[in-house]
């Protein structure tokens, strides 16, 4: 069972809906992060929050936002996507972003299609 | 810049069989090295790490040596099983400065194991 919880499993949006993607770890973690990974590809990296201030922005598209409300939960809002935003989105956290490279924990991630 | 090379695939081996999938990496500074497994449908989870040059990660049967001197980080089991059938991905991440714990993942390596 992961640790990190992600929700919804499953989303199809229009291309002129808004919706939200939410991610919960109480594990006490204070780095956390956004990646999106297409089929048969590595996840890439799009967000880091430490300590509930973004310090990573991996030149995403204004469309997508990340909101971190506290140190337990991450969401990233979605608006007017395109079909090649498809993907599978992941929430990760780690104890401490960077300087003792602890390891991510990932969540299982929300399959989101665009139409 | 930093970057992983694993082994292509897919694989395909009989239950029982030894499991080598080659990893190597260039990075700058001291980096932390990981494999992650991907099962179907399911995020990322963390299978070993190693943070130093010798260092031996192990779980569940697979193992990898942190080999400096040939920027090495090869996954092996000594008898696989079909449940180990997944995605492989190798990873490093380098130590300090603004890198807040970013991964960079190989291509992935795609395992499947037959009855």
């Known amino acids: 069972d992961t640790e990190v919880t992600q929700t919804p499993k499953h989303l199809v949006m229009g291309m002129t809906n808004k919706k939200s993607l939410k991610c919960e770890q109480h594990m006490g973690h204070r780095a956390m992060y956004w990646y999106k990974q297409k089929a048969k590809k590595p996840p890439e990296l799009m967000f880091v929050y430490s300590y509930e201030k973004l310090s990573i922005n991996e030149s995403v598209p204004s469309r997508f936002s990340p909101e971190c409300p506290n140190s337990s939960l991450l969401n990233l809002h979605l608006h007017a996507l395109q079909p090649e935003d498809s993907a599978l989105y992941l929430c990760?956290?780690?104890?401490?972003?960077?300087?003792?490279?602890?390891?991510?924990?990932f969540g299982n991630g929300t399959r989101l299609t665009v139409t | 810049g930093d970057s992983v090379t694993q082994m292509e695939g897919p694989v395909t081996l009989s239950e029982e069989a030894f499991l080598t999938i080659n990893c190597t990496y260039t990075?700058?500074?001291?980096?932390?090295l990981f494999w992650y497994v991907q099962y179907p449908g399911e995020g990322l989870q963390l299978l070993l790490k190693?943070?130093?040059?010798?260092d031996k990660g192990s779980n569940k049967g697979f193992e990898a040596t942190y080999r400096k001197e040939t920027t090495s980080f090869h996954l092996e089991k000594g008898s696989v099983q079909v449940s180990d059938s997944a995605v492989y991905f190798c990873a490093l991440s380098v130590n300090g400065g603004t890198s807040y714990g970013k991964l960079t993942f190989g291509q992935g390596t795609i395992l499947t194991v037959h009855p």
């Open positions: 990075a700058t500074g001291y980096p932390s």
């Open positions: 990760a956290s780690s104890q401490e972003g960077g300087r003792n490279n602890s390891p991510l924990h």
């Open positions: 190693a943070t130093k040059a010798d």
